[in-house]
Each structure stands twice: as C-alpha cells, then as structure tokens.
C-alpha cells in the first residue's frame, strides 16, 4: 500500500518545491502558508492476474464472464481509450485483462471474436499503437485477419440501435449485432465516464453529450439506451498514481526525501534541458513512460462497475481538501499531448482549468470566484500535422471570438466537414476536428467560474489569445490576485506530476 496523501502548510523550514512548465523542470519557494496538497505516493505496478481473474468470476451485478459465454457466439471486446492514461503505462493493463478474456473465450469454443478500439473523439490507433498496448500475443492472432479496428465515428456504416431525444444512436455494425461486449476500460482521474456512449458511438451522438450543451446526463441517457439493446460485461482497471521510470525518478520522491541519486537526476534534467531546449527535453521526456499502481479490477454490469470504480479511485487517491481562493498547479506538456515535451496552449488550458482543478466533478479544488495560476510556456507551437484543427482554431479562430456559442455556430460544422482535418483523422491518428471545440467548451465553462488565470512563465500573446494573463514569476501572479480577491486569500499548490489530486471533501 502507497502512503497517502497528504496537506502540508508551507512554513520557513519549507523546502523549495519542484514545479513542472511544459519541458521545465524547477525547484520553486512558496509564501508561507501555502497549502501544498500531496497525492498518494506513486507506487510501482504489479501482477494484475489475480484481480483479474477475481473481477471475471465474481462480478457485480452480473454472471460472471464464463457462464456467458458459448460455442457459436458473437464476442466483441471493445477497449475503452476515450481518454488516454498519460503519462503512458509501462505495461499497459488492458493487455492483461484482453488475454485473460481471449483465455476464457477460448476455453467456451467461441471461435467469432473481434476487437474494436473505442477512443471516440480521440486519433484512430494504428497499427504500431495496436502492438504496443495489447502486446504481440494479441496482435499476431488478430491484426492479419481484420479482427481489430479502430472505431470511426465518421463512418457512414454505423448502424441506429436506440434514439434519444429523437436523435439516433448509432454504434459499429459489429457492437450492436454481437452476443455480447465485454468493456474494458481504465479508471485513472475523478470523472467516470460511459465508454460505449463516449467512445463508440457516431460523432452526432458524441457532439450531443460532450458538446456545447452536454453533460453527464446526457451521456448516461445514451449510456442507458444502448445498455438497453447490446449486451455488455463491463470490466475496468482502477489506477492509483504514476511511478515514473528514469530520468524523472526524482519526482516519485517528496522533496525532503531526496537523496544523493535524486538530486542529480534533478541537475541532469534541468542542464540538459537547458542546452538543447526542445530537442532535449524530447529525448528527456517527451513519451515517458510510468508504472501504475493497480488499486483493483472491478467486472459486471456496467452501470455497477462505472459506480464501484469511482468509490474505489476516490478512496484510493483523493485527498480531502476544502476549497481554495487561489490554486495554483504545474502544467507538463507530457501529461497531456502525448510524445510532445511541452504541449500545445489549448491543451495546458483545459489541463489547468479542467483537469487540475476538478472543474467539470462534483468537487472542484478553487471556489467560485477564485482564480488558477498556472505555470506553462504557452508556446505556439503545435507538435505536427496532426494538430492541425488545434493550431488553425488557436490562430484562426479565438483571436477572432472567445464566445462559445458564437464559435459552435460559426466554426464548428465547417471544421466538422473539412476534407483535410477529416483525412488526418482518418488515416494519420490525429484528433477529430470536433475534438478541440469541446476542449475549448470545457475551458470556456471553468473560466465562467473564475475570477482570472494567470500563467507563470508564460508568452503573453499566448495568454491575451485565450482571454489570460501571464505574469513572470509567481510572486507576480500572486500579487495580481491579491488586487481582486483581497491579501487574505488561501492558496493551494496542486503537487502531481502529471495527474490530479482528487476531489476535496
């Protein structure tokens, strides 16, 4: 067991704290009685076989997997990737738990089995990115016949199996013709989500959930429309916090805890970086790679299995924690946009004002009114082609309007319907178009709750594009909340190298 998390309330004997902006890594003092909120000590993975095993045969609400399997049936088993664990799991548990059912599959003489990766808005998974997460086994035995695909939510072959609302809901004609889905999926952060309705639905349906008016009602609706028509055994792996391999081991240790070995991995990141600025911090860490604590493996119905996984992340990761005045948080561009070392601006946006602050749960970590400091570059650079969407709305759309609803009504169907964004889709595992309107709907929707975002360090062009300000250091960013919020504001430093806290209490 991980030590938990913990407040500590910065004092003169206070170490400096390490702080994470894109590729920088720096050691920085916070004012005294700044409370520092400590995740969970990360903790290294380990063999998920028998919480697996424990998860198919006696699940929640269900039979468990065996007995609902035959000879003759129609297997499907939908990896869940609506929302990818970032920093990238050294050893991928959806591999285990997709073995463990081929396994049982195998012994019931089901002989019709397929795989279809469910990553909604997300980039379509080649077949590089198939092998890495699932592994060679997996790979070899069903990526020469076709038996893996990756879902496309612009396909014109989806088929209707529910409406809602009077819309249809469509799903791959694979899903909804089959015996039965078993859903795996990883818990990882404090919003549950609902991975057939998120991930494998059309973009239609995705656009009405997670879209301007969206909501978790409206995912559970379709969630429950299509539970309704395809039978499904659910299975999630539930994930404490990342333990990071080398060169950033120095970061799974709290700061007083270092030693010799972890200061100079710290001095070893900071000079290289420094020297050779992105291509450095590329090679430091641009895809690193982690290993994760496995706090269980909860099977059967999915409504169940989407309600245990919440209770037992929140048991396993957050740290109670009243609201904050002012919240201030690291953005490091490898917890967000994979293999990119710094990240683009839209997406440290919603980590800092979504992700880190709880915005969109029940629980957010800054009061209403409050503000987030936030320390990133804000560089426009955007990592390659397939940002494409992103960077044009970033240099094309905001500096002409920040409004929502004007952008959905103005943008959104011409981006939804470009034939280039549409390609690199795809065929080049870039995001939908339509992915990077709802990341700015969720920014949007935190920053109506704040008084201000300031960024640490950050281009200030950058800044005035997403309607912020930037400061130089922190004590300069601090002294601009104090101007609205008073001197007597409580502050809070978000201290997770690349994952949330969790929910106050």
């Known amino acids: 067991m991980s030590r938990p998390g913990f407040l500590l309330y910065v ?22 009685g700044t409370r520092v909120i400590y995740p969970p000590e990360a903790m290294p993975s380990s063999d998920p076989t028998a919480l697996i095993d424990q998860a198919l045969a006696t699940p929640s609400g269900s039979e468990p997997l065996a007995a609902r399997l035959r000879p003759g049936m129609r297997l499907t088993i939908v990896v869940g990737n609506v929302d990818p664990v970032q920093p990238m799991m050294r050893f991928d548990i959806r591999r285990g738990i997709v073995e463990r059912v081929l396994e049982q599959a195998a012994r019931s003489r089901v002989d019709d089995v397929s795989i279809v990766i469910a990553g909604g808005l997300g980039p379509r998974w080649s077949s590089q990115d198939i092998v890495v997460a699932l592994g060679d086994r997996v790979a070899s035995s069903f990526l020469p016949d076709g038996m893996i695909t990756s879902h496309d939510v612009t396909d014109s072959g989806l088929v209707a199996v529910a409406t809602v609302g009077n819309h249809p809901v469509r799903l791959s004609p694979r899903i909804a013709t089959s015996d039965l889905v078993v859903a795996v999926d990883v818990s990882h952060g404090p919003r549950p989500r609902c991975l057939l ?18 909501g978790h009602a409206a995912c559970g609706e379709v969630s429950a429309a299509i539970l309704g028509e395809v039978p499904v055994f659910a299975i999630t792996a539930v994930l404490g916090q990342p333990f990071l391999q080398r060169p950033l081991g120095f970061l799974n240790r709290r700061e007083w805890e270092w030693r010799l070995p972890q200061q100079l991995s710290y001095a070893t990141a900071r000079q290289f970086v420094a020297v050779m600025p992105r291509q450095g911090a590329q090679r430091l860490h641009g895809a690193p790679l982690a290993d994760y604590e496995l706090c269980d493996v909860v099977g059967g119905d999915p409504a169940q299995v989407l309600s245990r996984a919440h209770e037992v992340w929140h048991a396993a990761n957050a740290v109670p924690a009243s609201q904050s005045h002012v919240l201030i948080t690291s953005v490091w561009g490898s917890s967000f946009d994979p293999g990119d070392p710094v990240g683009s601006p839209i997406s440290a946006a919603h980590h800092a004002l979504v992700r ?8 957010p970590l800054v009061a209403p009114g409050g503000s987030v400091v936030a320390f990133h570059p804000l560089s426009r650079v955007f990592s390659n082609r397939t940002q494409a969407p992103a960077s044009d709305f970033f240099t094309k759309v ?11 009504e103005r943008f959104e169907e011409r981006a939804c319907t470009d034939t280039w964004y549409l390609k690199l889709y795809r065929e080049h595992n870039a995001h939908h178009p339509l992915a990077v309107f709802h990341t700015w709907y969720a920014i949007q929707r935190a920053a109506s709750q704040l008084d201000e975002v300031i960024w640490v360090g950050a281009d200030r062009t950058s800044a005035r594009v997403l309607g912020h300000r930037a400061a130089t250091r922190l004590e300069d960013a601090l002294e601009l909340c104090r101007q609205t919020l008073g001197d007597d504001l409580r502050a809070s430093y978000l201290h997770a190298p690349g994952t949330v806290a969790g929910e106050p209490r």
Request: charged content about 20%.
């Open 356 to 363: 880190a602050t709880g915005m969109d749960s029940d629980g």
């Open 398 to 408: 905001l500096p002409e309007t920040r409004d929502p609803r004007i952008i959905r």
């Open 11 to 32: 004092d003169d004997q206070t170490p400096p704290l390490i702080t994470l902006a894109g590729s920088s890594v720096n050691l920085q003092q916070f004012p005294t």
């Open 197 to 214: 309705a998120a991930g494998a639905t059309d973009v239609s349906t995705i656009n009405r959930i997670s879209g301007l008016e969206g």
